[in-house]
């Protein structure tokens, strides 16, 4: 009886998840406004990269260096 209820449940979920799925598109993208000359931000504003990839990078080494810390404590 537990086989046929979770078959059940598992063909229920397959057959309805294609309507959940349907919503998920993204619109297109915003017209990029005026031309080279006309002094308009770009679509993706004036953020600044370098200093979001700086920060993630220095998280990482210093994970990596925690994780190598504690893996040579156990050992």
Known sequence: ???IIRLLTL???LS???LFIAGTFADEPPNPG???GSGDLPVGG???LGSGIAILLSLGAGYGIRK???WREKS
């Open 16 to 18: 309805l998840s294609p």
């Open 46 to 48: 004036s953020s600044p």
């Open 68 to 70: 190598a810390y504690l």
């Open 11 to 13: 063909i229920l979920i």
């Open 34 to 36: 005026g031309g080279p």
């Open 1 to 3: 009886m537990k086989k």
